[in-house]
């Protein structure tokens, strides 16, 4: 904490926009400089400084533009600063991302289209997602939203953590423990990843896992790292897991050899299940600087040993 003036620094991929939104709300003892090595806060995209973290000497508090920050908390040397990340503002986009894919599966709507360009008129039997059963690994801020929509279109919906609490204001019907993985995996519909990339995340869905499924649609929002890629495509392949929703990767873009691009059975997208509004991450800021300056506690610290 620091009533004194405070120097931000910006590291986005839209550092004028940042810079603007933040000038017109006129916080308290706050100027932003264009010396990276005077500021102590920083608002920041993680990839773009976790190479260059020399340059930020006196940087007390990061505030991520994301919710991921595993660019930073699997460093080999853990930063001294606090860092805080983004929450409560990607559930929505989220649950119409896997929502929208899960019905039109269901519903055939890219059978249809097909049938448009070639002139078909032939009725295919559906079944209504309020006849499906969800798991969600992750019962954070994004699974919780996740859980209540799918809930509001009549699913079970369960959820799957390290704890087997259910979380605050729970949307869940069932919540599990990790350990329980396999046995619940067999019982669903649906699997969602909201998982961080964490050492206990990394491969978590792998071939072993996956084929513990009956024909499940598989979405991954989260991390990359925790779907193992050959297992996920054997699983496919043999079966145990109908389609792939897959939007993020271990490399990223997706290297355009990969066999993901034109496999049948998945569906890529470009990190794009939910983005950061800057608007909604600079309202997030603002809270945090005002805590920060009146020396209150930060919202959405991150705990770097875990990632999250």
């Known amino acids: 904490m620091n009533n004194l ?39 920041a995209s ?11 000497s006196c940087v007390e508090w990061v505030q991520s533009i994301y919710a991921g920050v595993d660019a930073l908390s699997t460093l080999d040397k853990t930063p001294k600063f606090t860092l ?16 929208g894919y899960a019905i039109s599966h269901f519903r ?33 801020s994004i699974g919780n939203h996740v859980a209540q929509m799918a809930k509001a279109l009549g699913m079970t919906v369960y959820g799957v953590n390290r704890s087997g609490i259910p979380p605050k204001d729970s949307n869940f ?3 599990y423990h990790i350990q329980e993985l396999r046995q619940t ?24 896992t996956l ?5 499940v649609l598989v979405f991954n929002v989260g991390r990359g790292p925790t779907i193992n890629e050959e297992g996920l495509l054997a699983a496919v392949d043999g079966g145990s897991v ?3 929703y897959l939007d993020v990767f271990n490399h990223e873009p997706l290297d355009r050899q990969h066999a993901f691009w034109n496999h049948p059975s998945i569906t890529v997208t470009p990190h794009i299940a939910a983005i950061s509004v800057p608007e909604q991450v600079v309202e997030i800021f603002q809270q945090n600087y005002r805590n920060w300056h009146s020396g209150f506690k930060l919202e959405n610290v991150v705990d770097l040993s875990k990632g999250y």
């Open 211 to 215: 084929e513990q499924c009956n024909g």
């Open 173 to 175: 019907d069932e919540t």
């Open 185 to 208: 995996l067999s019982q669903v519909d649906i699997v969602v990843s909201t998982l961080p990339n964490t050492k206990e995340t990394n491969g978590l869905l792998n071939r072993e």
């Open 242 to 244: 109908t389609h792939a």
């Open 5 to 43: 003036t405070n120097k931000l620094y910006i590291d986005t991929e839209q550092d004028a926009l940042y810079q603007e939104l933040i000038e017109q709300l006129n916080l308290q003892d706050l100027t932003i400089t264009d010396d990276p090595e005077s500021a102590n806060i920083l608002l």
């Open 108 to 140: 055939h709507f890219d059978q249809y289209k097909e049938q448009q360009v070639n002139g078909l008129w032939h009725q295919i039997p559906y079944q209504t997602i309020d006849t499906k059963s969800m798991l969600i690994l992750g019962t954070g």
């Open 46 to 56: 993680p990839p773009r400084i976790s190479t260059k973290l020399e340059q930020y």
């Open 84 to 99: 805080t990340n983004v929450k409560g503002i990607f559930g929505q986009q989220i649950a119409e991302y896997v929502l």
